[in-house]
């Protein structure tokens, strides 16, 4: 997560000091990754070090603001014109989960699958409601309007999650038996297939 | 809610279609009860049942053995006079193809069960332009279903679906014909008549759809695998709002 470009889009808006910072960009995003004052301050440093930002004095409140350069802005520009990169994916729990799953003895990877869907489903209808309610209330300013934005990207993913979920299951039973064509040739190595079908008791 | 008595209560629901080497089991030994209130969405992959259940849920089809109690009656022993009566007053569909009588404008489709039931025609228009309006589509009601876009249509099937007593609406893949943003719109108004006091039963393979209802039942090979039942989520929003 881009703290650091989040951070420089709001001072585009002006300047500002850090614990302003922190509950803009939380207002912004629901709370959905919420920042501790400390993330704030020691990406400001490191802001201020590649010459982002600088310190500009202090407010009525006797706050340290900083603010956006220049140079900032160019960065700024150069981050909302380049698409987030999907060429390195981060490391997905789930995906390697379910690839070690495959071939595990004793795993059942439908019941993996199955815990896994109720727990996405749940957490649908969990954003769901937070989103018929965002709705119901007619998002109007910049920050109700962006936490709905943000509501329904975590909807759309838990989807795709769902989505994949079925299609893994789907796969897993058409191998499965094709899995077992080869099992009964080898004789006796059949832990691989028992792993990946329900229809017979994972041998052990 | 848990107090009122339950609008659709299925009880060891069994269907077996065919019989000795050819028998195959749609629905083995369900039991489901959905309050007023309520929107249960029941998934789960082709095959497994879903559409068997809601078609015996509104007495289209008659279950093996168990029992299908809507508002208190069991249509599975009830005569068919009075299936027929029950599926007029108490039963509302909802299907993928919307299902509007193409020669009749959305206010006078919305009257026709009123009518079927024996209302007089003013009067059934009346209330039919009512619930339109209730639900923002007012100035659909001298439409033709050729006039109204799919969600449209999908809308005023709702409204007819729920009109007069009824408050059970049976809804099979609703949004199967309709973009995403407009099913949303579709579901958001089931969510909303189930809101206000219906019992809503959803059959849909999209879990977007399925998120919108208060318990997720997922069905497989014709028996009930598992249960999702919402949590608080309002607990965990900063400034908390009131549930239903």
Redesign the interface.
């Known amino acids: 997560m881009s703290i650091r470009h989040g951070l420089l889009a709001l001072l585009d808006r002006g300047p500002r000091y850090g614990y302003q910072l922190r509950t803009e960009f939380e207002s912004r995003t ?2 959905t990754w919420p920042l501790n004052v400390g993330q704030v301050y020691t990406t400001l440093a490191r802001l201020e070090r590649d010459g982002l930002v600088v310190p500009a004095g202090e407010d009525d409140g006797g706050h340290a603001v900083y603010a956006i350069t220049d140079e900032g802005r160019t960065e700024l520009r150069e981050w909302f014109a380049r698409p987030v990169d999907r060429t390195s994916p981060p490391r997905d729990e789930l995906a390697i989960k379910l690839a070690m799953a495959v071939g595990s003895p004793g795993v059942d990877i439908r019941a993996v699958i ?1 815990g896994q ?2 727990h ?3 957490a ?7 989103k ?2 965002a ?1 119901e209330t007619g998002p109007t300013t910049r920050d109700e309007v962006a936490w709905l934005l943000v509501l329904e990207q975590l ?2 993913s ?2 795709a999650e ?2 994949w979920l ?1 299609h893994c ?2 796969r897993l039973v058409r191998l499965a038996d094709s899995l077992n064509e080869g099992e009964d040739e080898g004789g006796g190595k059949g832990e691989r297939s028992a792993s990946v079908t329900s229809k017979r008791p994972a041998r052990r | 809610m848990q107090e009122a008595q339950p609008v659709l209560r299925l009880q060891e629901l069994t269907r077996v279609h065919g019989s000795g080497a050819t028998e195959v089991h749609a629905l083995r030994g369900i039991d489901l009860d959905v309050f007023p209130g309520e929107l249960v969405a029941v ?1 789960g ?1 082709s095959g497994s049942g879903k559409s068997t259940l809601l078609t015996i849920a509104g007495g289209l089809d008659t279950p093996t053995s168990g029992r299908v109690l809507v508002e208190g009656t069991d249509i599975a022993t009830a005569g068919r006079k009075q299936v027929a009566a029950l599926r007029r007053r108490s039963i509302g569909y909802v299907f993928q193809d919307y299902n509007l009588i193409p020669a009749l404008t959305a206010a006078e489709n919305v009257a026709l069960p009123r009518e079927l039931d024996g209302m007089s025609a003013r009067k059934a228009r009346r209330e039919a332009v009512a619930a339109l309006e209730e639900i923002g589509l007012g100035e659909l009601a001298d439409r033709f279903p050729d006039e109204m876009s799919g969600g449209q249509q999908q809308r005023v099937a709702i409204a007819r679906a729920l009109v007069g007593d009824r408050r059970l609406v049976l809804a099979d893949e609703p949004t199967g014909a309709l973009d995403s943003e407009t099913g949303e719109s579709v579901l ?1 108004l089931l ?1 909303s008549r189930c809101d206000a006091g219906a019992a809503g039963v959803l059959v849909t393979h ?3 759809f ?5 318990r ?1 039942v ?1 069905l497989r090979d014709g028996s009930v ?2 249960t ?4 608080s ?2 607990t ?3 400034g908390g ?1 009131a549930a239903k």
């Open positions: 629901g709370a199955q869907r109720i996405t489903i749940r649908m209808q969990d954003y769901t409601r937070l018929a309610q709705v909807i759309f838990a989807e769902a989505r079925d299951e789907a | 998934m992959p958001a969510r999209e879990p977007r399925a998120a919108w209802a208060d997720v997922f695998t598992d999702t039942l919402r949590s989520a309002e965990l929003l900063p709002v």
